[in-house]
């Protein structure tokens, strides 16, 4: 009889640990409790559901969420599989249709006969059964109270905030215009420009908008409320500072307004969200202002005076371990090894790193349950610093990560041409370290 893991979640993680762990032999079931439960934040049925922004980041192996991505690639991964095959134009960064995107997940999932999909949602854990606990970053509270008290995790809140969707054909683009910065790659960014003065008003009407009141999450949650820094709200973003968004999300760097030949004040950019470029988001305004003020605040920006908000911009409770405490670099308890996390749960931030960890887990988990030893990748690859990093953690309290060349151990060697050519050299250094890892994983 082949062995059997149990999978729970069908998010980016929970879809990349089951389909490497059926690639080595192994079965699943796959426990995913939508469609009979939905979180506040999803609301399509389909899997690997994207809830923020629709892109992946930069595809090049010279940045380092770019470098996960070929790590990911050469392993078979199926997220990578989807997000090529689904890609919309967004200059040299890697952006999907994000409706497409999850289908593709999905009808692979559901049609491979290794991958039996129960739709429930769980509370436990079956103590005799290897399991990827991938429940992400809205874990239901019947499974949250589980992993804390149960499992003795405990567990940290911080909130995620989601950038608004416009209708492309509502944009003014006798005001706005396509361009990306410095001219480099496609021009497939919408660029608004403001003047000084028209970002005066704007900041003095944003930093004053009514903020949405958490009425779905843990009230309690909200006393200590943590914003990650990298899906930070514009509007606290700029309580922080007058130029704060001009070194932000605004800035108008390399960005010339065909009007007047010349940089502007301030630059809001609007990213395509489908492949048909109907619909565009405001590239860095997650927010969590009421539905009002973000229609009232954000028509306040040159050229989306009569825009049409397709989707707000929505805010949303996060939930993660302290993994260093807990985990082992295979994304495994320490305690009960029998047990993996994966996701957003175990402290990387990202939907690549997300999966990146899936893929790792669900490995891992296959090699337990067919009685292998574990496999730890080398530490110079991004999918092995991010594992490092969760289960080792950074200096003071653990905080979600980002995929960075920071968590990676240094060449060891000087190199000509700043940090692009050392970014370079970190790459080829982990592409050649990822090579020996292929799909049968028998090192």
């Not at 509270?141 to 499992?151: G, Q, R």
Request: aromatic share 10%.
């Amino acid at each position: 009889m082949s062995a059997t893991i149990d999978i729970y979640g069908a998010g980016l993680a929970g879809c990349e640990a089951a389909w490497q762990a059926v690639k080595l032999g192994v079965k699943v079931r796959l426990f995913e409790m939508k469609p009979q439960k939905y979180t506040p934040a999803h609301h399509n049925p389909a899997f690997a559901e994207l809830v923020c922004s629709n892109s992946l980041r930069s595809d090049s192996t010279s940045n380092a969420v770019g470098l996960l991505k070929e790590e990911m690639r050469r392993m078979g991964s199926l997220i990578m599989e989807a997000a090529d095959a689904t890609r919309v134009p967004a200059g040299s960064a890697l952006a999907v249709d994000r409706v497409l995107f999850s289908q593709y997940i999905t009808d692979r999932i559901v049609s491979c006969p290794d991958i039996e999909v129960i739709s429930a949602e769980r509370d436990r854990v079956d103590a005799d059964t290897v399991t990827v606990i991938a429940t992400g970053p809205l874990t239901s509270d019947p499974m949250a109270t589980y992993i804390s008290e149960t499992l003795g995790c405990g567990n940290l809140h911080f909130f995620d905030a989601a950038a608004p969707i416009v209708d492309f054909s509502s944009i003014n683009m006798d005001i706005a215009y396509f361009a990306s910065r410095y001219d480099k790659g496609d021009a497939d960014y919408i660029n608004c420009p403001m003047t000084e003065e028209q970002y005066d008003a704007f900041y003095k009407a944003l930093i004053s908008a009514e903020e949405a009141t958490l009425k779905d999450f843990d009230r309690e949650s909200q006393k200590s409320l943590k914003v990650f820094e990298g899906c930070m709200p514009v509007e606290v973003m700029a309580k922080r500072g007058y130029d704060t968004l001009r070194y932000g999300p605004m800035k108008p760097v390399g960005l010339i307004d065909p009007r007047v030949g010349k940089e502007a004040y301030a630059v809001v950019q609007l990213r395509k969200e489908n492949r048909e470029g109907t619909m565009f988001n405001l590239v860095g305004f997650q927010t969590h202002l009421t539905f009002p003020e973000q229609r009232r605040v954000f028509r306040m920006i040159p050229g989306l005076e009569n825009a049409e908000f397709l989707r707000y911009g929505v805010m949303h409770r996060n939930t993660y371990l302290n993994s260093p405490d807990l985990l082992s670099p295979t994304y495994a308890m320490r305690e009960r090894p029998n047990i993996f996390f994966a996701g957003q749960m175990t402290g990387v931030e990202g939907y690549v790193e997300s999966a990146g960890s899936g893929l790792v887990a669900g490995l891992n988990a296959a090699r337990r349950a067919l009685g292998k030893g574990e496999l730890i990748l080398p530490e110079e690859t991004m999918l092995g610093a991010m594992a490092a990093y969760v289960s080792r953690g950074g200096v003071g309290a653990f905080a979600p990560m980002n995929a960075n060349f920071g968590i990676v151990p240094p060449l060891g060697y000087r190199v000509k041409g700043g940090k692009a050519a050392k970014n370079e050299k970190l790459a080829e250094r982990a592409l050649d370290a990822i090579k020996d890892f292929g799909t049968g994983f028998e090192k």
